[in-house]
């Protein structure tokens, strides 16, 4: 289906080297395991979690940055690959991403104009001079830039605007898809603000389809039509975020929601969890957050959760989706 993104059992492996003496051991980081999930075409997908748990990994493997070590990703009917090749630049027209940090995705040496023009002298050999020049300033005016930025360069410019031109870089080439890694996590909330009423608005006249990445709850909630929970490379719960925020299955998810600030809520209400997520060299067996959790039972430490999707809502837990096997006191 035109504009459909599909991702199946998605995984991305590194093998780590490391010496003892004279011999060396290859150890395996997972840092994404087994993503599966399809975003409708013009619907906007957020993805949240904490730092490691495999989101700005998971946004490459979705524009073909990198190669999976297993699964795949299809969007518009067509397979996504990693491989420099007719196809991928093909592809590459109709998928652009919005970096976490726009300082260091621009270039420091050319003025803002050229590097959102860049795009497409690259993918649109055919435009002429002048419907370049044209299509910046449309871009420009649409995320709020004014004509006097465009002969700026990167470091002249605030936060809000180095942002603002990296959206509209990858809104020149009117792609299909925008993946969105962290857009507005350096910002001010005021200019945090700003940057999502501008990026609504474009969506809201170009219908594109999107994946937010986040790891806060307050802005996925803002922009996307579901959200997934995501932890050590997995999905652990998937669903509206309005529904998430009110009523959260899994334990992670509600620690994460009972972090988000909510008017006559009192503090003492927060869950706090013990440690720091697991090494994602070094995955628990069974359930990947059992170490944290404070409802896990035995079983939980020697069967892994499935995804089971159930009335809009989808779930890795066994005492959400099998109580019975994991019935009696907390480990």
């Not at 009192?266 to 944290?292: E, Y």
């Not at 079983?299 to 159930?310: G, N, T, V, Y």
């Amino acid at each position: 289906m035109k504009g459909a993104l599909s991702v199946r059992a998605l995984k991305r492996h590194y093998t780590l080297r490391q010496r003892s003496g004279l011999f060396s051991s290859a150890k395996t980081l997972k840092a994404v395991d087994g993503l599966t999930f399809t975003v409708a075409p013009g619907e906007m997908f957020g993805i949240v979690g904490e730092s490691g748990s495999g989101k700005s990994t998971t946004a490459r493997l979705l524009l073909g940055h990198i190669p999976p070590t297993s699964g795949d990703v299809w969007f518009g009917g067509e397979p996504v690959g990693a491989v420099p090749n007719a196809h991928w630049r093909a592809m590459r027209k109709r998928m652009q991403m919005i970096y976490q940090d726009p300082l260091g995705a621009l270039d420091p040496r050319i003025a803002v104009a050229g590097q959102i023009e860049e795009p497409l002298i690259i993918h649109n050999p055919e435009m002429t001079p002048a419907d370049r020049k044209r299509r910046v300033a449309e871009v420009m005016a649409a995320v709020g830039l004014i004509t006097h930025h465009g002969s700026r360069y990167p470091h002249e410019l605030s936060g809000g605007q180095r942002q603002r031109v990296i959206i509209a870089r990858a809104l020149s080439m009117e792609p299909e898809l925008l993946v969105c890694d962290e857009p507005v996590s350096a910002l001010d909330v005021s200019v945090q603000a700003q940057v999502l009423n501008v990026f609504e608005d474009i969506r809201a006249r170009t219908g594109f389809t999107g994946v937010f990445i986040s790891h806060d709850l307050k802005v996925v909630r803002q922009v996307a039509d579901r959200v997934a929970v995501m932890y050590l490379g997995c999905i652990v719960e998937m669903g509206i975020p309005e529904d998430i925020l009110q009523s959260p299955a899994h334990p992670y998810t509600k620690a994460l929601v009972s972090a988000v600030p909510q008017p006559g809520r009192p503090a003492r209400s927060r869950i706090i969890l013990t440690g720091d997520p697991p090494n994602p060299v070094n995955v628990p067996s069974g359930c990947p957050f059992h170490t944290r959790c404070p409802e896990a039972r035995p079983a939980c430490r020697s069967l892994k959760p499935e995804l089971i999707a159930e009335g809009g809502r989808s779930v890795a837990c066994h005492l959400v989706n099998n109580p019975s096997l994991v019935g009696g006191e907390a480990a």
